[in-house]
Nanobody, 119 residues
Framework: QVQLVESGGGLVQAGGSLRLSCAAS????????MGWYRQAPGKQRELVATITSGSSTNYADSVKGRFTISRDNAKNTVYLQMNSLKPEDTAVFYC?????????????WGQGTQVTVSS
């Protein structure tokens, strides 16, 4: 059974930084893309950033220049470095990963970690 376990959320003042981590565990052949999404109260879940197995990245316009996604393939872990945080970044952040094999990719989600940015 594949699990994604997130860590690193918390409370920070505006302008501060946080680093989220998400480790994939269980039995699987490989990880394709990994990414972070977030959901603020009363809003739909939205993409924050993704990174492919070849380390190509994609960011939401709202976080470009402030957030950096990276991954450590040896540790099956994806990171999100968040700098210059704003109150509007407050949300539950979810890790996502496409895991499996070329004939059978499956989409997995973490349980979510709360990020709160105070003004």
């Amino acid at each position: 059974q594949v699990q994604l376990v997130e860590s690193g959320g918390g409370l920070v003042q505006a302008g501060g930084s946080l680093r989220l981590s998400c480790a994939a565990s269980g039995s699987f052949l490989s990880i394709n893309s990994m990414g972070w999404y977030r959901q603020a109260p009363g809003k739909q879940r939205e993409l924050v950033a993704t990174i492919t197995s070849g380390s190509s990245t994609n960011y939401a316009d709202s976080v470009k220049g402030r957030f950096t996604i990276s991954r450590d393939n040896a540790k099956n872990t994806v990171y999100l470095q968040m700098n210059s945080l704003k109150p509007e970044d407050t949300a539950v952040f979810y890790c996502n990963a496409i895991i499996g094999s070329i004939m059978n990719w499956r989409n997995y989600w973490g349980q979510g970690t709360q990020v709160t940015v105070s003004s």
